[in-house]
């Protein structure tokens, strides 16, 4: 089955600085690579996601990018701001009837005033 | 506005009691799912359900059981809890289709004595 691995499992930044995190996968067969940013006692809330036939998405100040060669995708924040502090979970998923996600251990990011 | 309810916030359990958690979705969304989540492990499938009545393993199901009588509704079912149960879960659903974002419930925090 598909194994999710991520780091760093904690990164602290000063406000204004870009954070970076990484995730690899197993299955060739995954196509599908969401992220999740979960606040402080709040439920896991999609921020941003990328398909096996793309390389780059960005939304604002959040891209991600994705090697399907390597089995790898990134999450990259530029111009960190105190409530991106959070953890961030990637997930990998193959094209499969019921969706169901791999889940990575989560990263938690820290931004310093 | 996607809601996913569950039942109870915090629950307190003793060992070889029979739990049960209730989760409500009231987008009509076809996919439903249990996870647990623990520190440094990420989110972890239990269960998940495509259709009422339909139900399929996740990675970690050994302890746990599930019930989804109606569409709206996938219940986890602790038939003897027991202390490596505590945790917090969280129950999420999705339309079906292809990536498609999973709504998250608020979670449950449940603590086995």
């Known amino acids: 089955g598909e194994n999710v691995e991520q780091h760093p499992s904690t990164l602290s930044v000063q406000e204004g600085d870009s954070a970076v995190i990484k995730c690899t996968y197993s299955d060739s067969a995954s196509n599908y690579f969401p992220w999740y940013k979960q606040e402080l006692g709040k439920r896991p809330q999609l921020i941003i996601d990328i398909r096996s036939n793309v390389g780059e998405k960005k939304d604002q100040r959040i891209a991600v990018t994705l090697n399907k060669t390597a089995k790898h995708f990134s999450l990259h924040i530029t111009e960190t701001q105190p409530e991106d502090s959070a953890v961030y979970f990637c997930?990998?998923?193959?094209?499969?009837?019921?969706?169901?996600?791999?889940f990575g251990p989560g990263t938690r990011l820290s931004v310093l005033p | 506005d996607v809601k996913v309810t569950q039942s109870s916030r915090y629950l307190v359990k003793r060992t070889g009691e029979k739990v049960f958690l209730e989760c409500v979705q009231d987008?009509?969304?076809?996919?439903m799912f249990w996870y647990r989540q623990d520190p440094g492990l990420g989110l972890r499938l239990i269960y998940f359900?495509?259709?009422?009545?339909?139900?399929e393993k996740g990675d970690i199901p050994e302890g746990y059981s599930v019930s989804r009588e109606k569409k709206e509704r996938f219940s986890l079912i602790l038939e003897s809890a027991s202390t490596n149960q505590t945790s917090m879960y969280l129950c999420?659903?999705?339309?079906?289709?292809?990536?498609?974002?999973?709504?998250f419930g608020p979670g449950t925090r449940l603590t086995v004595t």
């Open positions: 997930a990998a998923s193959e094209d499969n009837y019921g969706q169901n996600f791999v």
């Open positions: 987008m009509d969304h076809e996919n």
């Open positions: 999420a659903s999705s339309p079906r289709g292809l990536e498609n974002e999973q709504y």
């Open positions: 359900s495509y259709d009422v009545k339909m139900k």
